[in-house]
């Protein structure tokens, strides 16, 4: 999605992860019935090499649909004492505020999962930190990502910034900052959650006190670069961080990149999963999404966006019928070569 990424390495740099090296003796030739003599062998593609389906998954969550999201996973603890609570005391919050549609009105959001919300998705992200950082296992981090170390700013880190957890305000000003400045779109800022969660399975690291302000800024330069055509510059963050060099900005950039095994592909699946994961999180934390009532000028743009999807679809299912009448009407098929890829 989006342009292309590119940095500049050094031999002086940090190491690269060691990758598992696939030996050609694991994964012989294999052939199959159907294949002629006169076709040749079977190569096993390089899918056909990877790790099973179900252990992918659970591994690296980011990178499949059906596997559920980190920070949903540790969002659930809060959500069922929040309930807990207000069953027990009664309360409702956020229930009598709520809009409902009637048969007079319809109220709709404005975000939707190609063009979602700036604001609120924004707000939704920096919550799905909130939890990472609250409900964190442990305290693994690494060296480029150390505040102390790498300061983001000339002012003194206080002695306990290791200890106290940020508050979501907090969180969300940071990264808002950050968008704002740069004028990043809010699809980028999943693509951010979808990076960020990617380098804690990846590198085996937590993000807590100490790192997050490091991890959210890696992610974001990672993320705008990779979905933006026209991506900010790192010496433009250095514009927004008026205390950071440039060099710094690099360094971390090649360890994020290192890190994530140069894996910064985003399927289109995985990215609607977090969207999705994202407007539960709000449900979940009373953070609705502004709602407006449906206007016959709103409601008219709808309708002409979904007949344009459906002669769409009917192009293709046409185009698909074609392909496979011609295939059926094929007299006296021959093997075909196999395609190497």
Not at 9 to 27: A, I, M, T, W
Not at 34 to 53: A, K, N, W
Not at 54 to 77: G, I, V
Not at 319 to 325: D, E, I, K
Request: proline share 4%.
């Amino acid at each position: 999605m989006g342009g292309s990424v590119s940095c500049c390495f050094s031999p002086g740099e940090s190491p690269k992860l060691h990758r598992r090296h696939v030996d050609l003796d694991e994964c012989p030739i294999t052939t199959t019935e159907d294949v002629s003599e006169d076709t040749g062998t079977y190569l096993q593609h390089i899918s056909d090499r990877e790790l099973p389906d179900e252990l992918a998954q659970e591994a690296n969550p980011s990178d499949h649909p059906r596997a559920s999201t980190l920070f949903l996973n540790k969002s659930q603890t809060d959500v069922r004492e929040k309930r807990k609570s207000n069953y027990m005391n009664h309360m409702s919050p956020g229930l009598l505020t709520k809009k409902y549609s009637s048969c007079s009105t319809i109220f709709i959001d404005d975000s939707t999962v190609s063009q979602p919300n700036l604001k609120s998705t924004i707000r939704c992200v920096a919550l799905a930190i909130y939890y990472h950082i609250k409900n964190r296992d442990s305290n693994r981090s690494l060296d480029i990502f150390d505040e102390k170390k790498h300061p983001l700013s000339r002012e003194k880190v206080p002695d306990d910034y290791s200890v106290v957890d940020p508050e979501h305000k907090l969180i969300y000003r940071f990264i808002r900052t950050l968008f704002s400045s740069a004028q990043l779109t809010a699809e980028c800022a999943i693509v951010t959650l979808v990076y960020l969660e990617r380098l804690l399975t990846y590198a085996e690291i937590d993000i807590c006190p100490s790192n997050w302000k490091r991890i959210v800024l890696g992610a974001i330069l990672l993320a705008s670069k990779v979905w933006d055509d026209q991506a900010v510059w790192n010496v433009d963050y250095c514009q927004i961080l008026k205390d950071i060099t440039v060099e710094d900005m690099n360094e971390m950039e090649r360890h994020f990149l290192e890190l994530l095994q140069f894996n910064i592909n985003v399927p289109a699946s995985v990215y609607a999963k977090y969207y999705f994961d994202l407007r539960s999180l709000a449900d979940d934390n009373n953070l609705s999404f502004p709602l407006e009532p449906l206007s016959n000028k709103r409601a008219q743009k709808l309708e002409a966006i979904s007949r344009l999807c459906e002669d769409k679809y009917k192009d293709l299912s046409k185009s698909a019928m074609r392909r496979s009448m011609s295939a059926d009407n094929m007299i006296g098929i021959k093997n075909s070569q196999a395609v190497l890829s």
